[in-house]
Each structure stands twice: as structure tokens, then as C-alpha cells.
């Protein structure tokens, strides 16, 4: 086999396209045998020179992932070069290096790495540009370079002097880190209060790309209080009045409860009393037919009535429309794509769902009746049917919205009063998942111990639980059943 060094020397000496290519086909062969060659490649100008190719992409994977990370002291020269490639793809493969990498590598923890990475954001190409936020978020957690003067202005720069697109990849950064605490959302707070700032544009696109930014903020009680601080709330509720008015603001109705549906899930309350305003935007995109809204919609009434407190608080602030909503969406999931109907779903399983382990709170529980008989009546065929469908997402989804009922009296009799439905949670025979026959004996555990069966019922209920979820009748019970 021709040595690693003779091989790349013929790159220098050939302008053939077709003899460069064949030298690439030789070189790539020569790794497959002796990886440690990878150094002696990539410290090469003339192959680098003539990356330009298919098989010089794949010889550039090859000595990347044959690079030592921990002890190799040439790993930064090696990633700085490659990264200022001319080639896009080029590139690419540094990126990818880098983003596995990182945690591992204490070479590629310099401030070098963060200009290089900065450089990357500005790229047209989304496979550089994109990793390069997560990448810089990483570099920054590490706090000697979050305060370098250095770091700051070249961000700053990137958002002054590039477009859009590129400024809200520094936001996107900057939320990353800010995520990381309070002290980190302080250093941050030269970058957030531009991001907020491009709230008071008038260009809807960018607006709604800095929604699903800041939206990562609200999961944090302390970069909740910080926007609210910063108006950010009340700027957006102001848009929600003006929805009627200006037709351009109802684009913004996706991102708008994306945002809140961040803030519902975690800290529901805060929507409830500080912008009563948002339940009615939340109600008129679940009765409209929207599939787009509904989806963040369905997934925001969800969270908000997961607890207690949201149940508690829908109910007595509209009963009649809460009730309104729930009855629209449960006769129009059938039209509903599969996705949107396990969404709808989840939704109804957050809904009904209490606490097993909690004290029972008398006026939930007569609340998620009421909405029980409005939506289904007295049985669960709607439900049965759902766990029966031969989608494996919506049936699944079905088996968690019966879990939630049936922790209720209501759902326990609704159970004992639909035709078939015991015998078939009964059915071992059934073709389910492994997590719908964990969900399925959790469902039985607990109807065992309830009064709404007859005895006989009962006893069936109790003989499945003490077998366990995992047992397999014999076929000689199976004959027996069957006379």
C-alpha cells in the first residue's frame, strides 16, 4: 500500500481532475487500513485544497471521528482550518465535529472557538448556521467567557450589521444561556432587551420569530418575571385586542399561543389572572376550524386545565362557553387528521385528570362531571372506539384519556354501563403495545377495587390483576373458555 505521505504528495503534483480523484479513492482506502494517518490529512493544504468533492467529504468524516479528542493538541489548528474552508460542506463537517464533541474537548473551550462559531451564525448555509447556536450556547455557559468585552461586542456587531435572520440567531443564543439562571439572564440582558425591542416593529414575520424565542424564557419562573417586567405581556395582550382590527395581527395567533401555552403549562394562574383576556382568543381558536391554531390551542387548554386550579377557575369564569368548547371540539375531532385527533385527545385526558394519590376536591370533581356529561353522556363508546383504532398514536392516547376517566365515580359507572367494554380491557388476546398493556392493567387495578361492577365483574377484574399485565393464557384456557 503507497504511504499516506506519498499519496497527498501527488495531489500537489496532478491538475487532473480525474487523477485527483483517483489519488481521493487511494487515500480514503489507505484510512479504511490505518486510521492513525487521519492527522497527516488534515494537516494537508493540497487535500484541503481539493475538498471539493463527494469522496473528499467522506475522507474528511473519516479523520474527524479518528481524531483523539482528550490528547490531541493540534484538535483547535485542525477545527480552525477546516471552519475557514471556502467550501460550505467543508465546513459542515467541522461544525458536526465540533457539536459532538464540545463537552468532551477541553481544546475546543477558547475564546477562539467562540469568534470562529459567531462567524458561523452569519452563514446562508442553515447546516452551519443553525448547530452554531446551540454550540455557542454551550461556550458561553462557561462563565470566564460570558463577561469578555471581546464576546459582547462582536454579538452586538453581528446584530447590527447583518439581517434579520442572522440577529435572531444571536437571540436565540442569548435566550439559551439566560435559561441557564438568573445571574446568566443578567449577563445576558444587553442582547434580551434588543430581542424585546424588535417587539415594537411592525414586521409580523419577525414578531412571530421572536415569540417562539422568548416563549423558552417562560418556562423559568425567573425569566417570567423578567418579561413581564419588561412589558412584554402587555404588549402582546394589546395585540390580541386589536386581532378584530387589524387582519395582520391574526397571524400572529399561532405564536401568540405558543407563548402562553409556554406560560400555561408551568405557571397556568398567571393566565388566569393577570390576562383573562387570552381564555377568549384560546376559545375562539378552538371553535374555529383552523387546524393550524388548533393544535397550539388544544395543547394550551391542555395545560391549563391539567390542575385544579384551572379547572376550577375555566369553569367559574365562563361555564356555559367552557362547556361550549368542550362539546365543539369533542364532535369534530372524526374530521380531524391523525395527528390533530391525538392531540384532541391529550387534550381531553389533561381535562379530566386528577391527582389518584391527592385528597378529592368536591368541587373538581363535580365540575369534570358535568363536563363528562356533556361531552360523552353516560358511556365511553366514543372512547372504546378511539382505543380500538388501528392507529397505534390515537389508540394509545385513548387508553390515557380512559386512565384519567376512570380515576372518577362518573367514569367508573360510564365504564360498567358500556356494552363489551370489560370484556374487551379483559382481552389478553388483544393486539396492543407494551406501553397500552401497562396503561390497560393500571386501568383494571383500579376498576377492581371499584363498586360499579356486579360481583361477578368484580371478581374477573380482580382474577387479571393478580395474574399480572404480563401473563399468557395457556391454550388449554383458551379451549376451556371457548366451550
Same mark, same amino acid.
Given at each position: 500500500?503507497?504511504?499516506?505521505?506519498?499519496?497527498?504528495?501527488?495531489?500537489?503534483?496532478?491538475?487532473?481532475?480525474?487523477?485527483?480523484?483517483?489519488?481521493?479513492?487511494?487515500?480514503?482506502?489507505?484510512?479504511?487500513? *490505518?486510521?492513525?494517518?487521519?492527522?497527516?490529512?488534515? #494537516?494537508?493544504?493540497?487535500?484541503?485544497?481539493?475538498?471539493?468533492?463527494?469522496?473528499? &467529504?467522506?475522507?474528511?468524516?473519516?479523520?474527524?471521528?479518528?481524531?483523539?479528542?482528550?490528547?490531541?493538541?493540534?484538535?483547535?489548528?485542525? !477545527?480552525?482550518?477546516?471552519?475557514?474552508?471556502?467550501?460550505?460542506?467543508?465546513?459542515?463537517?467541522?461544525?458536526?465535529?465540533?457539536?459532538?464533541?464540545?463537552?468532551?474537548?477541553?481544546?475546543?473551550?477558547?475564546?477562539?472557538?467562540?469568534?470562529?462559531?459567531?462567524?458561523?451564525?452569519?452563514?446562508?448555509? !442553515?447546516?452551519?448556521?443553525? +448547530?452554531?447556536?446551540?454550540?455557542?450556547?454551550?461556550?458561553?455557559?462557561?462563565? #470566564?467567557?460570558?463577561?469578555? +468585552?471581546?464576546?459582547?461586542?462582536?454579538?452586538?456587531?453581528?446584530?447590527? #450589521?447583518?439581517?434579520?435572520?442572522?440577529?435572531?440567531?444571536?437571540?436565540?443564543?442569548?435566550?439559551?444561556?439566560?435559561?441557564?439562571?438568573?445571574?446568566?439572564?443578567?449577563?445576558?440582558?444587553?442582547?434580551?432587551?434588543?430581542?424585546?425591542?424588535?417587539?415594537?416593529?411592525?414586521?409580523?414575520?419577525?414578531?412571530?420569530?421572536?415569540?417562539?424565542?422568548?416563549?423558552?424564557?417562560?418556562?423559568?419562573?425567573?425569566?417570567?418575571?423578567?418579561?413581564?417586567?419588561?412589558?412584554?405581556?402587555? @404588549?402582546?395582550?394589546?395585540?390580541?385586542?386589536?386581532? @378584530?382590527?387589524?387582519?395582520?395581527?391574526?397571524?400572529?395567533?399561532?405564536?401568540?399561543?405558543?407563548?402562553?401555552?409556554?406560560?400555561?403549562?408551568?405557571?397556568?394562574?398567571?393566565?388566569?389572572?393577570?390576562?383573562?383576556?387570552?381564555?377568549?382568543?384560546?376559545? @375562539?381558536?378552538?371553535?374555529?376550524?383552523?387546524?393550524?391554531?388548533?393544535?397550539?390551542?388544544?395543547?394550551?387548554?391542555?395545560?391549563?386545565?391539567?390542575?385544579?386550579?384551572?379547572?376550577?377557575?375555566?369553569?367559574?369564569?365562563?361555564?356555559?362557553?367552557?362547556?361550549?368548547?368542550?362539546?365543539?371540539?369533542?364532535?369534530?375531532?372524526?374530521?380531524? +387528521?391523525?395527528?390533530?385527533?391525538?392531540?384532541?385527545?391529550?387534550?381531553?385526558?389533561?381535562?379530566?385528570?386528577?391527582?389518584?394519590?391527592?385528597?378529592?376536591?368536591?368541587?373538581?370533581? &363535580?365540575?369534570?362531571?358535568?363536563?363528562?356529561?356533556?361531552?360523552?353522556?353516560?358511556?365511553?363508546?366514543?372512547?372504546?372506539?378511539? *382505543?380500538?383504532?388501528?392507529?397505534?398514536d390515537i389508540s394509545t392516547s385513548a387508553f390515557k384519556l380512559l386512565r384519567s376517566l376512570i380515576y372518577h365515580d362518573f367514569g367508573q359507572r360510564a365504564v360498567a354501563a358500556t356494552g363489551g367494554f370489560v370484556e374487551y380491557l379483559l382481552d389478553r388476546n388483544s393486539n396492543i403495545t407494551l406501553e397500552v398493556k401497562q396503561i390497560k392493567y393500571e386501568i383494571i387495578e383500579v376498576l377492581a377495587e371499584?363498586?360499579?361492577?356486579?360481583?361477578?365483574?368484580?371478581?374477573?377484574?380482580?382474577? &387479571?390483576?393478580?395474574?399480572?399485565f404480563n401473563y399468557v393464557q395457556g391454550v388449554t384456557e383458551i379451549a376451556f373458555e371457548s366451550t
Amino acid at each position: 500500500m503507497e504511504s499516506i505521505d506519498l499519496l497527498l504528495k501527488a495531489l500537489e503534483t496532478t491538475g487532473n481532475d480525474e487523477t485527483i480523484q483517483e489519488k481521493l479513492n487511494e487515500i480514503k482506502k489507505h484510512l479504511i487500513h *490505518c486510521a492513525e494517518s487521519s492527522k497527516n490529512v488534515l #494537516n494537508s493544504k493540497e487535500f484541503l485544497r481539493n475538498a471539493n468533492s463527494e469522496v473528499a &467529504y467522506d475522507i474528511l468524516e473519516m479523520c474527524m471521528t479518528n481524531l483523539k479528542i482528550n490528547d490531541e493538541p493540534d484538535l483547535f489548528d485542525i !477545527t480552525e482550518m477546516i471552519l475557514k474552508h471556502p467550501n460550505a460542506k467543508v465546513k459542515t463537517v467541522a461544525v458536526r465535529f465540533v457539536e459532538k464533541n464540545l463537552q468532551h474537548s477541553t481544546a475546543l473551550h477558547k475564546l477562539q472557538t467562540i469568534m470562529m462559531f459567531i462567524e458561523c451564525l452569519k452563514s446562508n448555509e !442553515t447546516s452551519i448556521g443553525i +448547530p452554531s447556536i446551540q454550540i455557542l450556547i454551550e461556550l458561553l455557559k462557561l462563565q #470566564n467567557f460570558i463577561d469578555d +468585552p471581546a464576546v459582547k461586542k462582536q454579538l452586538l456587531s453581528t446584530i447590527e #450589521n447583518e439581517d434579520d435572520v442572522i440577529a435572531l440567531r444571536v437571540y436565540s443564543v442569548a435566550v439559551g444561556v439566560a435559561k441557564g439562571g438568573s445571574k446568566e439572564l443578567e449577563k445576558m440582558e444587553y442582547l434580551l432587551e434588543k430581542c424585546i425591542n424588535e417587539m415594537n416593529k411592525e414586521d409580523v414575520l419577525v414578531l412571530m420569530n421572536v415569540l417562539e424565542i422568548l416563549k423558552e424564557l417562560c418556562l423559568t419562573s425567573f425569566g417570567l418575571v423578567y418579561l413581564e417586567n419588561k412589558g412584554v405581556f402587555d @404588549n402582546l395582550v394589546k395585540r390580541i385586542d386589536r386581532i @378584530n382590527e387589524d387582519p395582520l395581527v391574526s397571524i400572529l395567533v399561532p405564536g401568540l399561543m405558543k407563548f402562553f401555552g409556554n406560560v400555561a403549562a408551568v405557571f397556568p394562574e398567571k393566565i388566569f389572572n393577570a390576562y383573562p383576556a387570552l381564555i377568549n382568543t384560546l376559545y @375562539n381558536c378552538l371553535l374555529g376550524d383552523d387546524f393550524q391554531l388548533l393544535y397550539t390551542a388544544l395543547d394550551t387548554l391542555g395545560h391549563l386545565t391539567r390542575h385544579e386550579y384551572g379547572k376550577i377557575t375555566l369553569d367559574s369564569l365562563n361555564t356555559e362557553q367552557c362547556v361550549k368548547v368542550l362539546v365543539h371540539v369533542s364532535k369534530t375531532i372524526p374530521n380531524y +387528521p391523525t395527528d390533530l385527533k391525538v392531540r384532541a385527545i391529550n387534550c381531553f385526558e389533561n381535562v379530566f385528570w386528577i391527582d389518584p394519590m391527592s385528597s378529592r376536591n368536591n368541587q373538581v370533581n &363535580y365540575i369534570c362531571q358535568k363536563w363528562f356529561s356533556s361531552i360523552f353522556g353516560s358511556d365511553l363508546m366514543v372512547v372504546i372506539n378511539f *382505543c380500538k383504532n388501528a392507529f397505534e398514536d390515537i389508540s394509545t392516547s385513548a387508553f390515557k384519556l380512559l386512565r384519567s376517566l376512570i380515576y372518577h365515580d362518573f367514569g367508573q359507572r360510564a365504564v360498567a354501563a358500556t356494552g363489551g367494554f370489560v370484556e374487551y380491557l379483559l382481552d389478553r388476546n388483544s393486539n396492543i403495545t407494551l406501553e397500552v398493556k401497562q396503561i390497560k392493567y393500571e386501568i383494571i387495578e383500579v376498576l377492581a377495587e371499584s363498586n360499579a361492577f356486579e360481583a361477578a365483574v368484580t371478581l374477573q377484574l380482580q382474577k &387479571y390483576v393478580r395474574e399480572g399485565f404480563n401473563y399468557v393464557q395457556g391454550v388449554t384456557e383458551i379451549a376451556f373458555e371457548s366451550t
